[in-house]
């Protein structure tokens, strides 16, 4: 923490918003992208639906790079131009995939050369902009206060995506491809003066040099180089332990949501409208999941109801509990309540993720000093690689099963039922992750860099 940061006070509510806005932002144009420009590419332009599937796994892929963001924030000490930067290059990615759409209709080559480059910037974009939000988030918000604020953050994504894809839908009619590029402009110039506006002065007027954060390390000691702190926070067992545990319930969780749709229509016989619906149902469920979990951790906070570690390990067995019903569900047919199945899975998720995010604030700042930032990298990374291969892993599960077994309904329950085990396994990792602060394996690093401080107090 930098002098200036350590002289502010804790975030208030207002405070709290107002960096929320920055994911409402994030949210803001990726959704154009993963959403709008999918669909373009699909439907307008009738390409391949695995082209833009393959953009948004290597906007996902790319994010692999998150720590390594980390830890340039770290040798700086802000992470506000990390935050700043970050929007802007995510911006400039999202203003290059719509110019890439427009191109696809006349030069499909060079459309799919700056679509991948749009992409590659999205993602660093949003992996520099995330990493750092949520390091600030941690460092300015008082611990009672990190899982409502983390709530609050996703809430505001979601709003974020809401209010973009209706006020967008409006822009873009009559719809062409120009006009995409010119509402897709708008959307990033204002979602970067926004976050301008959102982080302005959060963390203090000036900062002292990056010399004078550590003063008892020498420079090569107190930055190191980036695999020497990725090995030091790899060998932190809460850090690594965590790391697992988001790879595994984020692998569950993104397979789920590319696979409900096809389930409800294939087994279901629900329209696309129908289906969307029932998605809508889902999200309704995951917003209701978190709000329990903000109200319940800061009205009861002396109370079981508002560990994290409970609401993670209870939020990943009662997805389990949800999947397995849902591949009952398909055994059963039309006459399963399957929009009160998919609500209950909604509550579950949302609170094993909000509990999971308040909990990723709290663990952040344990273990080795100055690497917040490679801290939530590394898990940031875990989940970017984890959405990648959720739709991989769902889709071709259910294609071999669908292909090995008589019907459809038998082939999404293998689904399901996997999902279902990956879910019990993430609970058994949460119990073992947050039980309560463990000390960080000392490492080479670490006591090469205490020892001057050491020195310097005159002790030893």
């Known amino acids: 923490m930098t002098p200036s940061t350590a002289l502010l006070k804790d975030l208030g509510w207002l405070g709290i918003v107002r960096l929320g806005l920055v994911q409402a932002c994030l949210g803001s144009i990726v959704v154009m992208t993963t959403s709008v420009m999918n669909r373009v590419m699909v439907v307008e332009l009738a390409l391949p639906a695995i082209l833009p599937a393959s953009l948004v796994a290597w906007h996902y892929l790319i994010q692999v790079l998150r720590p390594r963001l980390g830890h340039g924030s770290d040798i700086g000490g802000r992470r506000t131009p990390w935050i700043m930067g970050g929007m802007a290059l995510l911006g400039l990615g999202g203003v290059g995939a719509s110019f890439a759409v427009l191109l696809m209709g006349t030069h499909l080559g060079a459309g799919l050369a700056l679509a991948a480059v749009s992409f590659s910037a999205i993602g660093l974009g949003v992996g520099a902009a995330g990493t750092s939000l949520l390091v600030l988030l941690a460092k300015r918000v008082a611990e009672p206060r990190r899982p ?75 930055q190191g180089h980036f695999f020497a702190a990725v090995r030091e926070v790899w060998a932190e067992p809460d850090s690594r332990s965590f790391a697992l545990f988001v790879f595994v319930s984020m692998l569950a969780y993104s397979a789920q949501e590319l696979i409900l749709d096809p389930f409800a229509g294939a087994v279901f016989g629900l329209t696309p409208g ?90 952040v700042g344990r273990g080795a000093r100055q690497r917040e930032g490679v801290r939530m990298g590394v898990w940031g990374a875990a989940q970017a690689v984890a959405f990648g291969l959720g739709g991989l892993f769902a889709s071709g599960t259910s294609d071999v099963a669908r292909a090995l077994l008589p019907s459809p309904a038998s082939a999404y329950a293998v689904v399901f039922i996997a999902e279902a085990a990956l879910f019990l396994v993430a609970a058994r990792l949460a119990s073992g992750v947050f039980r309560s602060p463990r000390a960080a394996r000392p490492t080479a690093l670490s006591v090469l860099q205490d020892r001057p401080l050491i020195a310097a107090t005159g002790r030893g």
């Open 274 to 363: 129908q289906s969307t619906k029932l998605s809508g149902v889902q999200h309704g469920g995951a917003l209701v999941g978190m709000i329990v979990v903000a109200v319940c951790s800061q009205w009861l906070r002396n109370t079981r109801f508002a560990s994290m570690r409970s609401w993670t390990m209870g939020g990943c067995a009662a997805s389990s509990v949800a999947a397995l019903l849902l591949a009952v569900a398909g055994q059963v047919g039309p006459a399963w309540p399957l929009q009160a199945t998919v609500f209950v899975l909604g509550i579950a998720n949302g609170c094993f993720a909000v509990a999971a995010i308040g909990s990723m604030m709290q663990m």
């Open 148 to 222: 409502a604020a983390a709530t609050i953050v996703w809430l505001m994504m979601f709003a974020g995506f809401v209010i973009t894809a209706t006020v967008t839908g409006r822009l873009l009619e009559p719809f062409t491809p120009a006009r995409l590029v010119e509402v897709t402009s708008g959307v990033a110039i204002f979602a970067v003066l926004l976050t301008g506006l959102a982080v302005w002065k959060m963390e203090g007027d000036s900062v002292a040099p990056a010399s004078a954060q550590v003063p008892a390390q020498a420079p090569a000691q107190r």
